[in-house]
């Protein structure tokens, strides 16, 4: 079955860097792009942006640019995200998530999701 | 940005209620709105995408309805374990998620 395995909790200090796994079982990891999503504690979803896992090019929403970057180890499954420069405000469970394709429909849909990964960023 | 505009923010129902929200685009985004399910502490779930589609093994007291700038999402028949809050989003552009409606027990 499809799976998505995040990496497991990190407390940081303002102005440190973080790096979150998410590992994909169960499908062909180039086939399907990967997005990530932000959630800042009781808060709602927000969305970073995304990776063409074939290609490896990034796209970024405007307010993840800059800090943010997404990267891939393709032979591993594995898509990542780093945060450089943490602030308070970076504080959050961050999702990864499958961008299926439903040829039927012709549309394209996010199926699949990681449990989350949270980071804590205090001083 | 496409802002969508959820309602209501919360309820508060009883199990066997016929539950609906909905969701407002602010421009016009065909039927590119998917509906997700987050219970307390875990990722978000799948239920409706393209707006009326039923994603698989979803229950069908699940139903999602709209298009163009407005969205319908409905529990027909709700049951203790839907309590969770419901996002829309839209997929028309860069994707957006509304602020969510919170479903608790009267």
């Known amino acids: 079955q499809i799976q998505l395995v995040q990496s497991g909790p990190e407390l940081k200090k303002p102005g440190e860097s973080v790096k979150i796994s998410c590992k994909a079982s169960g499908y062909t990891f180039t086939d399907y792009a990967m997005h990530w999503v932000k959630q800042a504690p009781g808060k709602g979803l927000k969305w970073m942006g995304w990776?063409?896992?074939?290609?490896?090019?990034?796209t970024y929403a405007d307010d993840f640019k800059g800090r943010f970057v997404f990267s891939l180890e393709a032979s591993a499954s594995t898509a990542n995200l780093q945060i450089s420069n943490l602030k308070n405000e970076d504080t959050a469970t961050y999702f990864c998530?499958?961008?299926?394709?439903?040829?039927?429909?012709?549309?394209?849909?996010?199926?699949?999701w990681g449990q989350g990964a949270s980071v804590t960023v205090s001083s | 940005d496409i802002v969508m505009t959820q309602s209501p923010t919360s309820m508060s129902i009883s199990v066997g209620d016929r539950v609906t929200m909905n969701c407002k685009a602010s421009q016009n985004v065909g039927s590119n709105v998917d509906w997700y399910q987050q219970k307390t502490g875990q990722s978000p779930k799948l239920l409706i995408y393209?707006?009326?589609n039923r994603y698989t093994g979803v229950p069908d007291r699940f139903t999602g309805s709209g298009s163009g700038t407005d969205f319908t999402f409905t529990i027909s028949n709700m049951q203790a374990e839907d309590l969770a809050v419901y996002y829309c989003m839209q997929s028309n552009s860069y994707p957006t998620f509304g602020a969510g409606t919170k479903l608790e027990l009267k």
């Open positions: 998530a499958r961008y299926y394709y439903d040829g039927y429909w012709d549309y394209y849909v996010m199926d699949a």
């Open positions: 990776i063409n896992t074939y290609t490896g090019k990034p």
């Open positions: 393209k707006a009326s």
